[in-house]
């Protein structure tokens, strides 16, 4: 039953009473999964992510140092680690390598790679005090970027453990030639790049390019007044989604530094954002314990669920939206016979209307009013054919 | 050109119709016209009992502002008298079917009609109840800690806040107030986490009244900030008992229901002792409705075993929650749990957040 309702999720969440809560936005249900029979604060989830490209199990990191393994396949907790010590700080990221290694951060700046077997990291390194985030590059999955307070942007590559990759130099001085301070909260790898783009606590954003010579960041955006906590990038690669603590979500362009528009709702700080990597939505979450999923099109709010504890961290899973794609072809193929009768009564017109093509079938269905011209046997006789492909 | 007579803007417009009837003369050169317009006003006159109002009339219409506004005294005053007759009609109609008249309809008000909130606490909800059994609260409401609280004010106060600030410590039991010689609160926070006070409150002043209030849980807990408005003090207040004593009051929360509405709650009943001294007889309010807290503090006695009297003591103030803030009191850089955005929580009259 439990594994039942685990592969119906498509949203996993991360509580402060240590709850992992999963969501599934089609039938508007959430679920509970917990480990022990006993709720305590220890273990609050600090830091979530797939453990696999194929996204069927799940990483958690708590405030007491263990890293456990949630299964989404049999909906249960098959196994838990210790990975560090709670004096040294909550864990403030997480990723998993390939050969099953798991890389570990912690605030006090201790880099560590698990291997399966042993009980000790298999690397460690120092990045510095006060690690807010810790990053795995999507692309290069040995490179791990990490910033906290007072500690720029580090760039580290795991098969070389002693220095970092790239470190950021922080900005020039401002009019007074006083030293800027310099806060990273949050970091994101562009994709198709070298780029990585930061959010700071003094809501500023950078995009910093180790490809380049200069150690500064390329482009600086500001935004709002207070600190930005959560960054995400929509699959684009153009834009970045950003959130601070009061609870403002901002969509900003990162070729012109603008900002594109806000994302309205939120009543509390942002905890974690997370972009769809095909769709274009976007999940927030918060201290306001509400999950809202918006679209990134209209900026419009398109889910919204009350879960009870204050949530840290969210994740999407890009396999349920597959459910959803399979219902939307069913009723656009009902809308083209549809419409196909209306174009026969109708007079043609001219110019065809410029759509987005996200899928296959807008494409077709683009093919197929420049059909129109042509005669209707032949029409309906290519689209079968393009139905049946 | 023959102005076409319509009958229906001679039956309405009474006074207008008198105005008319010299531009009629005027413009319809025909004697017969005339004479027929008259008796036909006259009897219009005479049949005016009351005035009928057809629906393509409307009051706003008239461009004269004094004889506008006198026709529309007559529209009201028709649609209360048809009130009136409705309501009486309706009471015969109770009083005649005796014990078989269907039951009072419950009028509409803005609660009745509050929008479905879904944080609405559940009583029997296990994760909410851990949530709360292990938050900030949890030393106090597990009898670790007892409340001592430090009231001071914006820098400079002027006499009714010092009256409000000396009051609210009479209320409060464990109150301090001290005087803000112009301290940053960042640094005030840790010299009184080390004295062991668990709240700070402070009174913002604002051209000599107090508008807004601060409210502070020390060791490391949320804080939340309030808009005053209202605030009584004892002696402008009417039928009042004597100063409250040093017996800790009561106290009554009253309609927090939705979780943030529970956090508030709770914040509230930290700042005062957990037994209270039911000998001192005194009980604070805190009542919350349509988002605003109301705060009263009352001095009771039974007099039988159904009769109660109650007797106002001490300040009444009205509080406005507009923000809550996980950590201690730090503006630019923590972490909001809620924050009243007035643009997109207030547009539904019907939605209330606490």
Known sequence: MMADSSRLCSVWLGSETGILKGVSLGRKQAFNFCNTRQLSRDQEVRALCWADPAQSELLLGSVDGTVRTFSTEKGAFTEARRCGEPAEGCFTGLAALSGSATVTCVECGTLRVWREDSSEPATQLHAGQNVCRMRQSPVHRHKVATGGKDNPLKIWDLQRPESPAFTAKNLRDDWLDLRRPHWVRDMAFIPDSDKVVTCTGYHQVHVFDPASPQRRPVLEVEYGEYPLTALSLPPGGQSVVVGNTHGQIAVLDLRKGAVRGCLKGLAGGVRALQCHSSQPVVASCGLDRFLRVHSLEDRKLLHKVYLKSRLNCVLLASREEAGQAAGEAGSQEVKEEEEDEVWDAMERVEEAPKRKTTTEEEEEEEQEEEEVKKKSKKKKKKKKEAFED | ?354
């Open chain 2, 1 to 354: 050109m023959d102005i076409t007579e319509v009958p229906v803007s001679e039956d309405s417009k009474g006074k207008k119709k008198k105005n008319k009837k010299p531009k009629m003369k005027s413009k319809a050169g025909n004697g017969e016209a005339e004479k027929k317009q008259q008796e036909v006003v006259v009897v219009e006159n005479m049949e005016k009992s009351e005035p009928a109002f057809p629906p393509s009339f409307s009051v706003s219409e008239i461009k004269n502002k004094q004889r506008r506004h006198f026709m529309f005294m007559k529209l009201k005053q028709e649609k209360r008298k048809q009130k009136m007759q409705l309501k009486k009609k309706k009471k015969k109609e109770r009083e005649a079917l005796g014990d078989k008249a269907p039951p009072k309809e419950v009028p509409k008000t803005i609660e009745n009609q509050r929008v479905y909130d879904e944080t609405v606490v559940d009583p029997e909800d296990e994760e909410v109840a851990f949530d709360e059994g292990t938050d900030e609260f949890s030393a106090y409401f597990n009898g670790l800690t007892n409340p001592k609280v430090l009231i001071t004010t914006s820098d400079r106060p002027r006499g009714r806040t010092v009256r409000f600030c000396e009051q609210l410590a009479t209320v409060i039991p464990n109150a301090h107030v001290y005087y803000r010689r112009g301290l940053a609160l960042k640094r005030v926070i840790p010299q009184c986490i080390a004295r062991d006070f668990t709240y700070l409150i402070v009174i913002n002043e604002d051209r000599k009244v107090p508008n807004g209030m601060v409210l502070c849980h020390l060791p490391d807990g949320p804080t939340a900030h309030f808009k005053v408005s209202s605030v009584r003090l004892r002696k402008e207040m009417k039928r009042r008992g004597k100063d409250p004593t040093e017996h800790s009051p009561e106290v009554i929360l009253n309609n927090f229901t939705t979780r943030l509405g529970h956090s508030i709650g709770r914040l509230f009943a930290a700042l005062f002792p957990q037994d209270p001294q039911f000998v001192g007889r005194q009980v604070a309010t805190f009542h919350n409705q349509r988002d605003f807290i109301f705060f009263r503090f009352h001095r009771y006695i039974f007099k039988n075993e159904k009769r109660v009297g109650i007797q106002e003591l001490g300040p009444r103030f009205t509080l406005k929650l507009r923000s809550l803030q996980k950590g201690t009191f730090d503006s630019k850089f923590g972490e909001y749990e809620w924050v009243l955005k007035r643009h997109e929580m207030d547009a539904c009259r019907r939605k209330f957040q606490l």
